[in-house]
């Protein structure tokens, strides 16, 4: 019954058209379906991608996707408007007018009264089908397409509003967003896993050289890196503005192909001026993890649902038990003495002075029953110079934040204020000459202050359930890889 209801509806729409019908601007279907109530007979234009095609002997029907939102919209039409460019995949501009739909499970249906296909698809040699659910290891070979499909434009959506929620999180806590370098001169981390930045062009440092009147090695007269944390040039800020933070790029040269590293990722570090205690900085990074949550939560239901259904089934829960419970603390040795209790389940045995393993995270945060735990005061060898030394000459006031699945996804400590103890550090480990500016942050108005740092990425992994950490970033480099 609902057919022949839209087919004389479809012959009544189209005996009506008239030459002088005006189509406003091209609107996007998450317009469309979210008019309360839907503005039905508007005339209207649309643009997007074919998701399926049904071809009858009397109507042609069209699923239309713009990346908007997850859903589609459904297109009805003549026979007499498709050709052999229209297929799945092409990118069509349809026109017509918007109304109520015989078919359940829609509210609204486009009646085209014109369809022009803008960029057709060969759809046998496109390497995504029509209804069918590809893996994200197969996605992940078509870097360039892989936002065609569902999941992953799914996850660009959900990227972007928990950029936004992130940005809002420390914009209401009043801090200042600071855009530290991504070309350093520093290691703030300490480990040597930089890329250098040079010139490709050698004649550049030549004609460098010839109109400084000596000769140049480098571009900047120093050794150059791609950026591994801001941290260090949002201390400077801090200084000043007491309350700042960073979200952007870093880079890591690591060897490592694991499911949690990069070698490009992304960074949000913040920096709290007049802190005392590591439980200040910690408080700050709870209400970080719970508040953007619940705000991705309530703006995008439907990508998020399409993760939790076919991607990580019973994700949901692992979400809402983060959001809902007090996150544990303990102290480094503490983690160290519970991990020895079960040492005959590792691979790596579990040492005083020796850094967690990600089998020792996931063991941790499975003993606290599978709650986010702080790790606090780990041992001064295993963190940066710039951690503030506890006093019993072995510990600095360091942390580390582990979230179920992921393991590690926050850093932080209470920086080192005091101007003879940094001092002595740096000596000792044979900066100081390359940290002078650091040290002139505690010679004029040093005060006591905290920080930390959390990879954007590993965020998206914590609350999708996403297991591989290339799957959450558009462009994913790594060792080998560098497409587009």
């Known amino acids: ?26 609107r996007r279907i998450w317009e469309i379906i979210s008019s309360k109530p839907p503005e039905n007979g508007v005339p209207l234009k649309l643009q997007g991608w074919v998701r399926s095609i049904r071809s009858q002997k009397e109507v042609l029907f069209l699923h239309l996707n713009d990346g908007s939102c ?19 995949g092409s990118a069509v501009h349809v026109e017509g007018r918007l109304l109520p739909s015989a078919h359940p499970g829609q509210e609204v249906e486009l009646h085209a009264d014109r369809l022009e296909v803008i960029g057709p698809c060969n759809a046998k040699e496109f390497p995504f089908k029509a209804k069918k659910r590809h893996t994200m290891e197969y996605s992940r070979q078509f870097p360039h397409l892989r936002a065609r499909t569902n999941s992953f434009a799914a996850l660009l959506r959900i990227r972007s509003q928990a950029t936004n929620a992130i940005h809002k999180f420390f914009q209401d806590q009043g801090y200042v967003e600071v855009h530290t370098p991504v070309i350093s001169s520093n290691d703030c981390e300490g480990a040597g896993e930089l890329f250098q930045v040079e010139p490709a062009n050698s004649t550049v440092l030549k004609e460098i050289s010839e109109d400084s009147g000596k ?31 960073v979200f952007g790029p870093t880079f890591r040269a690591e060897k490592s192909l694991g499911r949690r590293h990069l070698s490009e990722f992304y960074m949000v570090e913040a920096e709290l001026a007049f802190t005392q205690t590591q439980e200040d900085v910690m408080e700050v990074i709870e209400m970080m993890v719970k ?12 990508d998020l649902h399409l993760f939790y259904k076919f991607v990580s089934p019973g994700h949901r829960e692992v979400v809402e038990k983060i959001l809902t419970s007090k996150f544990i603390r303990m102290t480094y040795a503490e983690a160290i003495d519970i991990l020895k209790n079960h040492s005959e389940n590792f691979k790596f045995r579990p040492e005083w002075g020796h850094d967690l393993q990600k089998e020792h995270e996931r063991h941790l945060v499975r003993h ?10 780990f041992p001064r060898d295993l963190k940066p110079f710039y951690a503030r030394d506890n006093g019993d000459d072995k510990t600095v006031a360091a942390f580390d934040l582990l979230v179920p699945e992921v393991g590690e996804l ?6 080192e204020e005091r101007l003879e103890t940094l001092q002595d ?20 108005g040093s005060v006591p202050h905290g920080g930390f740092g959390m990879g954007f990425e590993r965020y998206l992994q914590c609350i999708l359930g996403v297991p591989h950490i290339r799957d959450v970033i558009p462009f994913p480099r790594f060792p080998h890889s560098c497409k587009m």
């Not at 997850?70 to 039409?77: D, E, K, R, S």
């Open 70 to 88: 997850l859903a589609n919209l459904q297109v009805v039409g003549t026979p007499d408007m498709g050709n052999s460019d229209l297929s799945f």
């Open 291 to 302: 508040q953007p949550t619940e705000q991705i939560l309530a703006s995008c239901p439907d």
């Open 410 to 415: 926050f850093g932080g400590s209470l920086r």
């Open 368 to 377: 606290c029953g599978s709650v986010p735990v702080f790790v606090t005061d």
């Open 215 to 245: 000769e140049t090695k480098h571009f900047f007269d120093v050794p150059a890196f791609l950026t591994v944390s801001g941290q260090l040039q949002l201390e400077v800020m801090a200084s000043a503005l007491s309350r700042v933070y």
């Open 1 to 26: 019954m609902w057919f022949w209801r839209l087919k004389t509806s479809l012959s009544a729409s189209f005996r009506h058209i008239r030459k002088c019908t005006t189509y406003t601007k091209a």
């Open 425 to 444: 550090r740096l000596d000792r480990l044979g900066l100081s000459s390359s940290y002078q500016w650091y040290l002139d942050l505690r010679r004029y």
